[in-house]
């Protein structure tokens, strides 16, 4: 009887660790395991907010390449890379869109960092004022057209409700001392700012 009765609580004993298991995995597969870019946003973005936004985009990142192009025929400044350095000298920053990337993507924190960047390349192109009367015209049309970009995104953030009560400040910006400083910050300037948007347009695709 002592032997039946040993028997008998094994089996129990088995039983509860299977339904125990059982219940752990459905538990499992009732929450599936998602990574962050999988979330969807708080609010879904207009989408003629978004397709202006790429417009926008577009519109910069012609105008700079046509910037480019010009820096590099005219003063042989063709390779960015080369002026990292001095870039570090000159004190040029560069904007970050952590918050935007397709693994960490956040929709509020991707907009503030999107108005931030562009406030500070805004900053930057105001500072390259000077640089060639030639390239002047295409100059001035790059800062208006960053400008609206920012505040385009400054109205959406508006809209959803996560806009800072005060606009930021706009960061100290680098002062240019020849004109070779202010040709070759332009370059990087204008390269970092390519670099920035192109992120930019792949967020907002995927924003969409």
């Known amino acids: 009887m002592a032997q039946l009765s040993a028997q008998r609580r ?7 660790l299977l339904l125990w298991q059982s219940a752990l995995w459905s538990g499992r597969e009732a929450v599936p ?24 985009v577009r519109k910069i990142q012609a105008s700079g390449s046509v910037l480019l192009e010009q820096l590099c025929a005219t003063y042989k400044l063709c390779h960015p890379e080369e002026l990292v350095l001095l870039g570090h000298s000159l004190g040029i920053p ?16 991707c907009l503030s960092q999107l108005h931030s960047g562009l406030c500070l ?19 001035d049309l790059l800062q208006l057209d960053v400008a609206n970009f920012a505040t385009t995104i400054w109205q959406q953030m508006e809209n959803l409700g996560v806009a800072p009560t005060v606009q930021p400040t706009q960061s100290a ?7 070779f400083q202010r ?17 930019a347009r792949l967020a907002l695709h995927h924003l969409a």
């Open 10 to 16: 094994m089996k129990l004993m088995a039983l509860q």
């Open 173 to 179: 910006m680098p002062a240019f001392t020849s004109a």
């Open 94 to 109: 560069k904007a970050s869109l952590s918050g935007c990337s397709s693994q960490a993507l956040q929709q509020t924190q």
């Open 121 to 139: 390349y805004q900053g930057l192109l105001q500072a390259l004022g000077g640089i060639s009367p030639a390239l002047a015209p295409t100059l």
């Open 33 to 56: 395991l998602v990574t962050v870019s999988a979330l969807p946003p708080s609010l879904p973005l207009p989408r003629s907010f978004l397709l202006k936004s790429l417009e926008q």
């Open 183 to 199: 040709r070759a910050g332009g370059v990087l300037a204008i390269s970092y700012l390519q670099g920035f948007l192109e992120t």
